[in-house]
């Protein structure tokens, strides 16, 4: 017999969630290199204070937000926005993430479904996000949710060889 799956409330990020972001993060930039702009050796090296501090940071404004997955116990999925420097309709969405064994879940719509719903309460009708050129699985997975491919292509901005493709949705 199986176990139904944990219930899963997605909100935005809190100070005292910085731990458990943290062990996030790891996990994230372990599973999934190319798509975070740090390495897993940066992040581990970064104070836990510094972590706590952009986690407070982040967990409250119209500038940048982020929200998690979060049933309760470790975190199972991330995902945050902030506002386009370039363009003040806009919303960058940027390290969506969830963990394995919940993909496929709707955890990465709820995820999204957050970031937007913050996004137009601050005024911003539009979400941007980039994938790396190559990633099907996640261009599918954004498609599904309404994204499209706007043709633009941008270097990668760790790793020069790669290219970055821009998908845009309204919020």
């Not at 372990?30 to 407070?56: G, I, K, S």
Request: glycine share 8%.
């Amino acid at each position: 017999m199986t176990s139904a799956p944990t219930p899963t409330t997605v909100r935005r990020i809190r100070p005292e969630d910085a731990a458990r972001m943290r062990a996030l993060r790891l996990e994230m930039l372990a599973d999934a290199p190319l798509a975070f702009l740090e390495t897993v050796a940066e992040a581990a090296a970064r104070p836990h204070a510094d972590f706590a501090a952009r986690v407070a940071a982040v967990s409250r404004g119209d500038h940048t937000a982020q929200f998690v997955a979060d049933p309760g116990g470790r975190l199972v999925g991330h995902a945050g926005g902030t506002v386009a420097p370039d363009e003040p309709g806009l919303t960058l969405v940027y390290a969506v993430y969830v963990t394995p064994a919940r993909r496929g879940s709707g955890l990465l719509a709820a995820l999204v479904d957050e970031v937007a719903a913050w996004s137009r309460a601050c005024g911003r009708p539009e979400l941007m996000m980039e994938v790396v050129v190559g990633n099907d699985r996640a261009c599918r997975a954004y498609r599904k949710l309404g994204f499209t491919d706007t043709g633009v292509r941008v270097r990668h901005p760790r790793i020069p060889a790669l290219r970055e493709l821009q998908m845009r949705r309204p919020a």
